[in-house]
């Protein structure tokens, strides 16, 4: 088989049989592709799966270490390679993985910067909830932090994904999972408020909400669903007046949900079940933020620190 080929129908098992994002498929294709243009270019290279060895493959990931690759992407670049390889290997493919012996260094995960808590109930009061857009604003700016979903969760959520209408909303996260997130306090007054006024309801109870069920739960222009992008501007435009951070993106949300979640005595699996990561150590980061901040507490609290 064609390397050409390989990297197609890997394409499309990832997209339709996985469940992956748009956005992840389109970043493994492109890894992908760029390793099929060195091979390609590659002395002896016959342009077939099989005979692919692990020394083409080092001989290509130590060209995009050359160039200054990051850390990050490296990995990214080895998980995709590997995902590859192993899928072709499961259909019989290819009789070896070349991938078996691939070293894979460990990047180091940076710790992101937490928004205090004072400086997100700043926030939240920012919008002008006397108009439609201010509504929808703090309802967007609420749930963020009051759930932790992830920009693209929030976007493809609709009215129905609360019915019935209780403390919880049903998440489809990465890979097709979904998971039961809680919804509670300000975030649910938010978001009822924005809905009472977006559908003309004096009360947001379970029968009214069943007729706009398959309404997105967050509007953009026109009534049809907002877009990641305008979710970012939202977010960056209330952020960016009560902290100084280097990315005022959703994600600065995120972490904050966890680092406060942690600071207030949730255990790690709780946390990791809510934000929907695979693995623990995904979620580990934040004992380290919050370690941090427990330290910066002491040593301006206490009088012999």
């Not at 390889?85 to 009789?95: A, K, M, V």
């Not at 009360?203 to 990641?228: E, I, M, Y």
Request: with cysteine; charged share 25%; proline share 4%.
């Amino acid at each position: 088989m064609l390397l050409a080929a390989a990297i197609e129908r890997f394409r499309v098992h990832l997209e339709h049989e996985r469940g992956l994002s748009p956005r992840t498929v389109e970043a493994y294709a492109s890894d992908l592709a760029r390793m099929a243009a060195f091979l390609s270019r590659r002395a002896g290279s016959s342009g077939t799966v099989d005979a692919i060895t692990t020394a083409d493959l080092r001989a290509f990931l130590a060209g995009e270490v050359g160039r200054g690759m990051a850390s990050r992407s490296m990995m990214r670049r080895v998980a995709a390679i590997r995902a590859l390889f192993r899928y072709l290997h499961e259909r019989d493919e290819i009789t070896n993985d070349p991938t078996l012996h691939l070293a894979q260094r460990a990047a180091r995960r940076s710790v992101p910067t937490i928004v205090s808590e004072e400086r997100l109930r700043d926030m939240m009061d920012l919008p002008d909830v006397s108009s439609p857009a201010g509504l929808r604003d703090r309802a967007v700016l609420e749930f963020l932090y009051g759930t932790g979903v992830r920009l693209r969760e929030l976007v493809t959520l609709d009215v129905g994904d609360f019915l019935p209408l209780g403390e919880r909303v049903i998440v489809k996260g990465k890979g097709a999972k979904s998971r039961v997130v809680p919804f509670v306090g300000r975030a649910r007054e938010a978001l009822l408020a924005y809905w009472c006024d977006r559908f003309a309801l004096t009360a947001a109870t379970d029968w009214k909400l069943r007729a706009v069920s398959r309404q997105p739960a967050f509007a953009g222009r026109g009534g049809a669903r907002v877009s990641p992008r305008t979710v970012q501007r939202i977010v960056a435009r209330h952020l960016r007046l009560v902290a100084s951070v280097a990315k005022a993106s959703p994600h600065a949300l995120r972490h904050a949900f966890a680092t406060h979640m942690l600071d207030h005595g949730a255990d790690l699996r709780s946390v990791q079940e809510l934000l929907g990561h695979a693995s623990l150590s995904t979620t580990q980061i934040y004992t380290h933020v919050s370690v941090e901040h427990l330290k910066r507490v002491h040593r301006k609290a206490h009088p012999r620190a």
